[in-house]
């Protein structure tokens, strides 16, 4: 019989499996087709579960796909900043006008972006990207996605630098 420390654990002893994150990571190149409707990638289809929130961007520069969990912690969010302040409403007017809940995939896993939000944010780009955005999932034109990108790179020194000083706080 082999004796063990009181520190170390034994072989048969198992780590319980952690709960699947809800962190969306990775980037994909897609296309929508005729009908406005989009591939969303397994792995982001198996974490946004059954029904989920079609909604634009915090910017309206994208559209954002939310698990309905954390679209329902953004509501709240918006709920504690209060409906007394103009600019807000008039913020959430236009927010609420293009989201859309209780979305599902369909059975090849695309999920139709409807026309109002497409129209306003994709305009008439068929050529899309989707990333993981932490907590949703976030599809931009593939236009979109190129300046962001060169824009991203230009500014990298200044992020790298302001990440240091972070880092040394």
């Given at each position: 019989?082999?004796?063990?420390n009181?520190?170390e654990?034994r072989?048969?002893?198992t780590?319980?499996l952690k ?8 980037s ?14 397994q792995?982001?289809r198996?974490?946004l579960?059954?029904?989920f ?7 309206f ?10 679209w ?5 969010t918006y ?6 302040n103009?600019a807000l409403?008039?913020?959430?007017e ?7 809940d ?11 972006l409807p026309?109002?939000?497409r129209?306003k944010?994709?305009q008439e ?9 932490n ?12 300046t ?5 790179r230009?500014?990298l020194?200044?992020l790298l ?6 880092e040394?706080?």
């Amino acid at each position: 019989m082999t004796e063990t420390n009181p520190g170390e654990a034994r072989a048969e002893e198992t780590v319980p499996l952690k709960k699947p994150s809800l962190r969306f990571i990775g980037s994909y190149n897609h296309s929508l087709d005729n009908k406005g409707r989009l591939v969303i990638p397994q792995g982001f289809r198996e974490k946004l579960g059954e029904t989920f929130c079609i909604a634009p961007s915090f910017d309206f520069n994208s559209i954002a796909v939310y698990p309905t969990e954390m679209w329902e912690k953004r509501n709240q969010t918006y709920e504690r900043l209060g409906n007394l302040n103009p600019a807000l409403n008039r913020y959430l007017e236009q927010f609420y006008a293009l989201s859309f809940d209780d979305q599902s995939c369909d059975a090849q896993g695309r999920i139709l972006l409807p026309v109002n939000i497409r129209t306003k944010i994709l305009q008439e780009e068929r050529d899309v990207e989707i990333t993981g955005a932490n907590d949703h999932v976030r599809i931009v034109s593939a236009a979109v996605s190129r300046t962001g990108w060169d824009s991203f790179r230009q500014e990298l020194p200044d992020l790298l630098q302001l990440i240091a000083g972070l880092e040394q706080a």
